[in-house]
């Protein structure tokens, strides 16, 4: 790319690797240099310093990030993550990812994401609280339901949109519950969200075993990341198709049993504990190896960069359904790429859109103050990601390119296009 990414305020491993994915596809699209730049670099990206009175009477201060990755196609959409090791540069990474995921799925939004540098497990209920409140205060002057709609992600969930929803309603004189996603029923949440990107895992990797003629009886799967997202696809997978799951891990401890575990159980240990730290329900194993472990479905749903070019290699599964963002470097792509015929990827943008579809629900039903039922919601869920896998599978086969190419390339295509229609502005 064109800029010096050693000056540049997005120099994080995890966006020179969205950079870096970005470069590919331009190259095999023949994207004009012109064009690459204002395409991959995000329209806005905010900073903000965030005070709080704590607990013992001391004031600490956070740092908070907002990217807003382009506004071309409508408002940008984006979960709302707090982690310790957030960045300004994962975070663009992340919006990029967002725009591309969007774009697949024809949703009309930019991609965004935003969070908190801080460790939301060490902050007592008031704490998380005042934190979530200031910075949604801080961020008001750049974010709308015509602009920028939030949601949750790793570390927040439906109490924190909750106190976002609030805070910027007080600000505007009334309830604005449009302004995120991922938010409580009772305040206008939509039935199904936080199960929507499990369920969208799910279903593609049901569709991915229908093409590979995988029996589900016959069939075993390892979960890395029992969060939100993983652990709702386990139980799915396990409870309702009739998969064996082997393996799951958390942030604390991994464990895998070649006989099964018992994913009901260990979801409710986490419900009542917080994790899988003191859980005994399976043999305990490293978690970096858990990913190589035999298994038919394998099933990253935590972190970004997880299989590398160290592990790629090893990797023993049939079917890699991405759960999380950016799983997979690229140079990870070129060893799976060599191993098309062993290992069905279903990549990111593809396979974790669920939330952001259900989101997309949400916000329409806010903005038309008209709700859904469930079945309504799963079902279109199921309708939009099954006209998106067909386009990637088809577009793959067609052009004899991986999945990820396949996909990326009809997002970002979409996004070029309405660019180019639009003029130099958005």
Partial sequence: MSFNSSLNIYDDPTFRMACEQFGFLADYLGIDRNDRDRLMLPKRSVAVTLPVHMDDGSTQTFQGYRVQHHLTLGPTKGGTRFSPDLSMGETAALAMWMSWKCALANLPYGGAKGGIMCDPRTLSRR?????????????????????????????????????????????????????????PVSVGGTEGRREATGRGVVYLVERAMDMLKMEPEKTTA???GFGNVGAVAALSLGLKTGVKILGISDAFAAFYNPKGLDVRAADAWVAKHGSLKEWDGGDRVEPKELLTMKCDVLI?????????????????????????NGPTTPEADRILDQRWSEVFVIPDILCNAGGVIVSYFEWVQGLQAFMWSETEVTDKLFRIMEHSFTQVIQRAKRHKISHRTAAMAIGVERVLKAKQSRGLFP
């Avoid at 992600?153 to 910027?168: I, K, S």
């Avoid at 599964?317 to 759960?323: Q, T």
């Fill in 300 to 324: 990253p749903a935590a972190v970004d960069r997880v299989i590398n070019e160290s592990n790629a290699a090893k990797l023993q599964c049939r079917i890699l359904a991405e759960g999380a």
């Fill in 127 to 183: 704490e998380l609280e005042a934190l979530s409140r200031r910075y949604m205060q801080e961020m008001i002057p750049f974010v709308g339901p015509h602009t920028d709609i939030m949601g949750p992600d790793m570390g927040t969930n439906e109490q924190v949109m909750a106190w976002f929803m609030d805070t910027y309603s007080v600000y505007q004189g009334y309830a604005v519950n449009e302004i995120v996603t991922g938010k």
């Fill in 222 to 224: 390892v979960v890395q």
